[in-house]
């Protein structure tokens, strides 16, 4: 596992962030968090969805083993985290929000779990580093969608597994007022499009409910490029 001591290019210029991921540096978003991402996906899907009925869902379609090495990529307040860490998986906790990052210590204390501040557009991290890798809505929020999804597909080891929770486009007003950088800089992602920025990967599971997207995509051995059917 990957040790972290804050940010792994420090001498790097970052890349920039949508006001969406400025607001998460504040620490009274960062309070307020958990309050509003229990509540959310109910809210988004029109049926009660809680946070124990999405980690369910993760966890029959991903299997998380003990032992194995995670990243939670925008781990805000330590969600996904927590249920990987749970499980008995090895987790690096990686978010750009310092203060995220301390609301999910105080809320996640498993050994298991290192926390780390870091930009994931631009991580820094070893190839092939991790078994799978979880995002809980932070592909909304980046500021580079397809970069943020090759780098994550650049630290999976052969074999690996990344799991997405996202809003899809729906090409609504409200979108549209959002996506705009003075609104929050959101991205709604075509799942059509998610798929054509991960060419080392193939999806298995496709699921959505209301307005929320959970995907499932394992990537490539090396010596097997042969395309895998997904399921609906």
Known sequence: MPQMQGNLNPHTAPPGLSLAQRSNKLE????????WRAQSLGLLSGIPFGLEREARLF???????????????????????GVLAA??????????SAPMLREGQRREASGNIDWALLN??????????FDGVTVGATLNETHGPARFLSELARVLRPGGQLWLMYLPRTG??????????????????????????LPGMYPTDGLSIGAVRFGRYVKHHSEDRTPQPGRR
């Not at 966890?59 to 985290?81: I, N, V």
């Not at 929050?184 to 059509?192: E, H, K, R, S």
Request: aromatic share 8%; glycine share 14%; charged share 15%.
């Open 172 to 197: 609504g007003p409200l979108q549209s007022l959002l996506s705009k950088p003075a609104l929050g800089g959101l991205n709604f992602p075509d799942p059509a499009w998610v798929g054509r920025q």
């Open 120 to 129: 994931l557009e631009d991580s820094g991290l070893p190839d092939a580093s």
């Open 28 to 35: 009274l978003t960062a309070r307020g968090y958990m309050l």
């Open 87 to 96: 499980a008995g998986c090895r987790v690096l906790a990686a978010d750009l």
């Open 59 to 81: 966890g029959s379609l991903c299997s998380p083993q003990p032992g194995q090495d995670w990243l939670d990529a925008g781990t805000s307040a330590g969600f996904y985290a």
